[in-house]
Nanobody, 122 residues
Framework: QVRLVESGGGSVQAGGSLRLSCAAS?????MGWFRQAPGKEREGVAA????????YYADSVKGRFTISQHNAKNTVYLQTNSLKPEDTAMYYC??????????????????WGQGTQVTVSS
């Protein structure tokens, strides 16, 4: 089992930036970031293959968000730039997903953190 702890959320104005962190208790081959706004389904934001470094993004965040890793610390980051009010959500870190299934589908991931809130005001 992998335990995940997120940090770095907060409140910013539109156009601002936040850096989210996710510390894992052990190695995970894949890690991802998801978000969920009130009344909406959890959606994939970005994912990374920690061994090979391949990265994957939702169209809504391409060019604005960057997922990266610190291998020695089993930590994954999500740099969020040019934030918009529609980015407001609880952001969750996930680890390990089912082979062959979409990396941006929350149903294909096994382990989850408790989440960190991101609020963007206009």
């Amino acid at each position: 089992q992998v335990r995940l702890v997120e940090s770095g959320g907060g409140s910013v104005q539109a156009g601002g930036s936040l850096r989210l962190s996710c510390a894992a208790s052990g190695y995970a081959g894949y890690m991802g970031w998801f978000r969920q706004a009130p009344g909406k389904e959890r959606e994939g934001v970005a994912a990374i293959q920690t061994g090979g470094g391949g990265t994957y993004y939702a169209d809504s965040v391409k060019g604005r968000f960057t997922i990266s890793q610190h291998n020695a610390k089993n930590t994954v980051y999500l740099q969020t730039n040019s934030l918009k009010p529609e980015d407001t959500a609880m952001y969750y870190c996930a680890a390990e997903h089912k082979d062959g299934e979409s990396l941006l589908d929350f149903r294909s991931w096994f382990y989850w953190g408790q989440g960190t809130q991101v609020t963007v005001s206009s």
